[in-house]
C-alpha cells in the first residue's frame, strides 16, 4: 500500500504549509500529493505550483469538478501539466451534486449522472489518445456540438499538442454502488471519500469487476496524537459539514453513504441540525465511532494497528489529509 499526501482546497485563502508538506512528503517516500477543488480554490494551479517545486513525487486531482470544465479543457490542463512535470500526472475527477452543479456552476445537474460521467471521460481519453478527432454523439457531451441554438460549424478536432502519456491514469471519485461499478469499467482508479477498513463489505459488489491493477485510492484524515477524541474533532467538523452542508435535505450522497455503512439514523440527525442551523451540534452529533473508522488518529502504537487494517483489504494508494510533519513522518515509518 502507497501513501499519498491529499492538501484538500484552501480555505480563506492559501496555506503556508502545502508546499512544505508536499517536500516533507516527498523526501519521507510518498508515492504522490494530491489537490482538490470545491468553490473557491481551483485543483490545477496549486498542483503546477507544487509541480514546479518537487522532482519525484506523482500530481493528482483528488478531485477535479466535471461540471467546472468542458471535458476537452480538462484533458488539456492533464496533458499540458503531465508535460511539464515530466510525466507525473493522474487525474481524479469527480461529478459533485445538485447543489454546487447547479448553485456554484450554473448548469443543470444532468439527470442521467452515469451517462454523464461516462461520456466525460470518454473525451477526455480521446483527447489523451489523439488518435483522431474528438467526435461523440453524446447526450450531455457531444462533440461537435449539433444542437439547435448551435450555428452547425463545429468542426472535430484533435489536440494540436501531443500528450506525453496517452494512457495517462484516470480516477474517478465515486460514492453510489451503481457508479463505483461503471468506474470499475471505465477508469483506472476509484476515490473513495469515506473508506472502512471494517466495512470493506460495503464496496465488495462494486469493485467485483475491478480490473488487475486497478487502483483503489481512499482518503483519510491522519493525525498521530495522544488524545483520540481531541485529534477526532477535525475528522467531526468534516463530517458535519459533507453530511449536513454539501447538499439538499433531500438529496445528499454524502448522507446517504454514511446510512449504507450502517448509520442512517445517525446521518439524519446531523442533517436535521446543520440544516438549522446549529452546526455545532451537528458536528457533536457524529459518531465517535464512524469518524474513528474512516481516519487514523492516536498514539503512534494505536495509529500502527489501525494502519495494519487498510493494509488488509483492496486499498492500493492511502491518501492522507495529514496536518502536520510529525503525523507524515510516524506514517511513513510505519508503512515502511
Not at 13 to 40: C, I, K, N, Q
Not at 95 to 111: A, H, N, T
Request: glycine letters at 10%; charged letters at 20%.
Amino acid at each position: 500500500m502507497r501513501l499519498g499526501l491529499a492538501l484538500g482546497y484552501w480555505g480563506r485563502g492559501p496555506s503556508p504549509d502545502h508546499l512544505t508538506l508536499a517536500r516533507d512528503a516527498e523526501r519521507l517516500g510518498y508515492d504522490s500529493v494530491w489537490t482538490a477543488e470545491s468553490w473557491g480554490s481551483d485543483a490545477f494551479t496549486p498542483l503546477t505550483w507544487l509541480a514546479a517545486h518537487t522532482s519525484t513525487i506523482k500530481l493528482g486531482t483528488a478531485v477535479a469538478q466535471m461540471a467546472a470544465r468542458p471535458p476537452t479543457t480538462t484533458a488539456m490542463h492533464a496533458l499540458t501539466l503531465d508535460h511539464l512535470s515530466g510525466g507525473r500526472m493522474r487525474l481524479g475527477l469527480g461529478l459533485s451534486g445538485p447543489q454546487v452543479v447547479e448553485g456554484w456552476y450554473g448548469r443543470p445537474f444532468p439527470s442521467s449522472p452515469l451517462t454523464a460521467t461516462r461520456e466525460y471521460v470518454d473525451v477526455v481519453r480521446q483527447v489523451l489518445a489523439r488518435r483522431a478527432p474528438v467526435a461523440l454523439d453524446g447526450r450531455f457531451h457531444a462533440h461537435p456540438y449539433r444542437g439547435a441554438d448551435g450555428t452547425g460549424l463545429g468542426k472535430a478536432l484533435r489536440p494540436i499538442t501531443h500528450p506525453l502519456r496517452p494512457d495517462l491514469p484516470v480516477l474517478l471519485g465515486a460514492e453510489g454502488p451503481k457508479n463505483i461499478a461503471q468506474t470499475t469499467r471505465i477508469a483506472d482508479g476509484w476515490l473513495p471519500l469515506y473508506w472502512s477498513p471494517l466495512r470493506t463489505e460495503v464496496y465488495e459488489p462494486s469493485l467485483a469487476g475491478a480490473p488487475e491493477g486497478f487502483l483503489v485510492a481512499p482518503l483519510a484524515q491522519a493525525r498521530v496524537c495522544q488524545d483520540v477524541a481531541e485529534g477526532l474533532l477535525p475528522v467531526k467538523a468534516m463530517l458535519g459539514f459533507y453530511i449536513g452542508g454539501m447538499g439538499h435535505a433531500r438529496r445528499n450522497f454524502h448522507a446517504e453513504l454514511m446510512a449504507r455503512m450502517g448509520y442512517g439514523e445517525e446521518a439524519r440527525r446531523v442533517q436535521e441540525l446543520f440544516l438549522a442551523g446549529r452546526r455545532e451540534e451537528a458536528v457533536r452529533a457524529v459518531p465517535d465511532a464512524f469518524a474513528d473508522e474512516i481516519s487514523l488518529v492516536g498514539p503512534r502504537e494505536r495509529v500502527a494497528r489501525r494502519l495494519e487494517l487498510w493494509r488488509e483489504g483492496p486499498v492500493t494508494d492511502l491518501l492522507v489529509l495529514a496536518p502536520d510533519p510529525h503525523t507524515l513522518r510516524v506514517l511513513a515509518e510505519l508503512n515502511s
